[in-house]
């Protein structure tokens, strides 16, 4: 269970900013898929962000389409049981599958990591909160500039562009996988879900193991196909 977890979120960070509160049937069609905890906490405080957008929750029946284009015809990771529950300010998306627990999906590099397919420890739980708990970090939920001094994006992108919107992203133009550079004067605010559908539409994420405690993660197989 994850409460304790979400307890020290809003020791950490407060109530989501922007919050909304969704309608208690979009909740009822989520219970037994997604842990109990995370839906009462979306109960009690809304879905909202923090860190003035780098990490926002969604609600997951809207971003369907996204899990479609991304796991369609995939016999490990079905769409049907993977759901999306956050993304940060770039497109790294935090989604909980019911078999495997949680998982990450990196849209502008095309990169699926699932933490029970690096040990798979019987008993062993990987709860939806864990990562959030770094986001005080630059290095957590950031995108680093394709320059030789690799800076973190998202605090310059906030001056920049301005704070962004619950629904909202940056997104690079052109596309990092159309060959754009990752760069601040090629971010622009977007609408999420727009935009998450259109990089999902540009190629086939990638499943990264990491095969041993410590060691470098490998590339697995093309999501999609087992």
Request: proline content about 9%; aromatic content about 12%.
């Amino acid at each position: 269970m994850d409460t304790d977890w979400f307890a020290q979120l809003l020791e950490d960070n407060g109530p989501p900013e922007q919050a909304m509160h969704p309608k208690p049937e979009q909740l009822a069609e989520l219970e037994g898929r997604l842990p109990e905890d995370l839906l009462a906490f979306w109960r009690r405080y809304g879905i909202g962000m923090w860190k003035q957008g780098k990490f926002q929750f969604c609600l997951p029946q809207h971003f369907n389409p996204v899990v479609d284009r991304i796991f369609t015809d995939d016999a490990q990771l079905t769409p049907n049981e993977t759901h999306i529950v956050g993304f940060s300010a770039f497109g790294e998306l935090l989604a909980w599958n019911e078999q495997h627990q949680r998982l990450s999906i990196n849209l502008p590099l095309f990169a699926v990591r699932v933490p029970k397919f690096n040990e798979d420890k019987p008993g062993k739980s990987y709860p939806v909160a864990i990562p959030l708990n770094r986001l005080e970090f630059d290095n957590s939920f950031n995108f680093f500039e394709d320059t030789p001094e690799a800076e973190p994006l998202f605090s310059r992108a906030r001056k920049r562009l301005g704070e962004l919107s619950l629904g909202e992203c940056y997104g690079f133009v052109p596309a990092l996988p159309l060959g754009g550079p990752a760069r601040l004067d090629h971010l622009q605010r977007m609408d999420a879900l727009v935009h998450f559908s259109f990089l999902a539409d540009l190629g086939r994420c990638r499943l990264f193991v990491r095969p041993t405690p410590g060691a470098q993660e490998t590339v697995v197989r093309p999501i999609g196909s087992s």
